[in-house]
């Protein structure tokens, strides 16, 4: 910017600050057409893009953290149009008036203790999960023999498709699904597992058809489809009988001769698996206790992004299924209450968490944020920086962001909580009645 160029001052937009609650409120303002201008040639000779969708994004960016500095709030959920509000229309000869809704961090204090206590399963993996294991790894890399029938163990190609009610449009198929029927396996398709299913298979002959009753798992991540009757229906292609592999022929495969190696290996892995299962156990319990702790209002920005995702999924299922607008709408009418309900739980939820202040064994911090990025990286094997850059690229960085310090956050809540160890079955009965 030269020197005889005025300099961007958001006092020229007069902004305000009006709370409806402790965490949202609304930001207004009114902005000169010239500070557009300076703002545009500002981002021009910083050789970034200039067209005025990307300055009005980037300007209603500048006058939200002006907004929340002047006035000492700290926005946690990215500002929108106040629902039935028209999108500024942004121009170089013209005032613009600036009105968004934003959620904000409530005023909290670090909690003492917490109420209540937190539920994780006894035992350590035994021997005979061990075991289990290393029968999994002969099946996996045992010879494939052709047969006609499917019995245990065996390798199965299928086709399938996969309806929530007799007659209705499959919302997924799969001409070629591999699937290995043993005991105890689930049949894998969208991305979750169908107990039962792979059982079932049981007798079925190459070219034989079969429709399987299954449900979608409580926590199945559409919402929509949490706890659904799934139907899947399947065609036979082909059946391989599967002779297991030797112990010695699995130390081969693992370029080892020392099956103690080998166990100790498969112990490690099972362990750590079953660390982080209750760890995310044990944090998804703290989350319930959080609105008992601290009572805040709805946080109505997070509340709207959820639902909108939801009712999103929920619309993309029913024009799979076949259904006219007006069934859809019926029957997303009947969701709506429980979905609503649903969604400002857990906008409460990721409020609180950004809002309380970080104790001192809780790390919330870049670091965190990094260690992550560096994590997942390494998984997709990528580096870093372009992890970070495609997140910032489409727009998830923010998301990411408080994602990581929401689970930092709970991992340090946990730590303070009392812990109670209970028998497997008492752990699993008590996890279901709180999802139910």
Known sequence: ?????????????????????????????????????????????????????EVKSELMRFLCHCAATEHGIRIVTAPMMRRGAKEPRLSTDHDFNLELVVDTAAKLEYPEEIPGELLEPEGAITDELVEAEMQRQRVQAGKRLPASEIARPSEVVLSLEIRLGEGERPIHSEPSLTAVVDSGDALHALGTAFAGAADALVGMNAGESRTIESVFPPDYPARALRGRTALLAVTVKSVAAIEPATVEEVLAQYGTSNEARLRTQIRFALEQQRTQSVRAALRDQMSRLLPGMFAIGVPECRARVLASRIEAEFRAVARTRGWNDDRADAEWATMRGEVQRECEAAARERVILQSIPAGGDVDVGEGTINARIADLAARRGVRPEEFRASLVKSGRYDEFAAEVIAEAMLDALVRKA??????????????????G
């Open 418 to 435: 009392k812990v109670r160890s209970v028998p497997e079955a008492e752990w699993r009965a008590a996890m279901e009645a709180r999802r």
């Open 1 to 53: 910017m030269s020197a005889n160029e005025p300099p961007i001052d958001p006092a020229e937009c007069g902004l305000s600050y009006e709370a409806a609650s402790e965490v949202h409120g609304t930001i207004r303002a009114r902005v000169p057409a010239a500070l557009v201008r300076r703002f545009r040639k500002k981002m021009r000779r910083a050789g970034r893009e200039a067209d005025l969708a």
